[in-house]
T-cell receptor, first 119, second 117 residues
Framework: DTGVSQDPRHKITKRGQNVTFRCDPI?????LYWYRQTLGQGPEFLTY????????KSRLLSDRFSAERPKGSFSTLEIQRTEQGDSAMYLC?????????????????FGSGTQLSVL | AQTVTQSQPEMSVQEAETVTLSCTYD???????LFWYKQPPSRQMILVIR??????QNATENRFSVNFQKAAKSFSLKISDSQLGDTAMYFC??????????????FGTGTRLQVML
């Protein structure tokens, strides 16, 4: 068990380009989260998956953002037509919770994030 | 809406000394969880300690302990015998364990702790 893995670690792109990030959760973790952390702030919730189902999305997730978890294992987060305001660190976290909407005793395991810089 | 406030952007402490990081929060909920996370230069968020609001006893994890004052909505972290490896950003976080929602943590803005020789 190597923990939550995120790729790439850093991404620099030009405004208007599309970018895709990947997250590999801990094996057999059913739940996967995406958070965004901007400079000087704490992470903010974006979305989460229970297995392959995306169950909740934050209002922060505009139409340019799309997340998938096709087989309930790894997840991708795509940002289309990037803007400078998208510059942030994108964190992924996973947990072994089996119940779709229960979070009573949940413990999250975070990855090291993908740092996105939009020029 | 819940808010978490960390009023100390930066703190420093000498190795082996004790330091306390402050956190206040605002909520109308009665049952919730509070957390302290550590984010070292490796950027991985690591859970340091967790407190359940219905438990009056303050949580402890080795050198880390909290002072949970529910009425005052205060949740401070005390690090004893500080070590160089404690140098990191520390985030206070809050979660309401409602059925029908995921583990959406609300984080504060963080306190950068520097442990010095």
């Amino acid at each position: 068990d190597t923990g939550v893995s995120q790729d790439p670690r850093h991404k620099i792109t030009k405004r208007g380009q599309n970018v895709t990030f990947r997250c590999d959760p801990i094996s057999e973790h059913n739940r996967l989260y995406w958070y965004r952390q901007t400079l000087g702030q704490g992470p903010e919730f974006l979305t989460y998956f229970q297995n392959e189902a995306q169950l909740e999305k934050s209002r922060l997730l505009s139409d340019r953002f799309s997340a998938e978890r096709p087989k309930g294992s790894f997840s991708t987060l795509e940002i289309q037509r990037t803007e400078q305001g998208d510059s942030a660190m994108y964190l992924c976290a996973s947990s072994p919770n089996r119940e779709p909407y229960l979070s009573t005793n949940e413990k999250l395991f975070f990855g090291s994030g993908t740092q996105l810089s939009v020029l | 809406a819940q808010t978490v406030t960390q009023s100390q952007p930066e703190m420093s402490v000498q190795e082996a000394e004790t330091v306390t990081l402050s956190c206040t929060y605002d909520t109308s909920e009665n049952n919730y969880y509070l957390f302290w996370y550590k984010q070292p230069p490796s950027r991985q968020m690591i859970l340091v300690i967790r407190q359940e609001a219905y438990k009056q006893q303050n949580a402890t994890e080795n050198r880390f302990s909290v002072n949970f004052q529910k009425a005052a909505k205060s949740f401070s972290l005390k690090i004893s015998d500080s070590q160089l490896g404690d140098t990191a950003m520390y985030f206070c976080a809050f979660r309401v364990p409602l059925t029908g929602t995921a583990s959406k943590l609300t984080f504060g803005t963080g306190t950068r702790l520097q442990v010095m020789l």
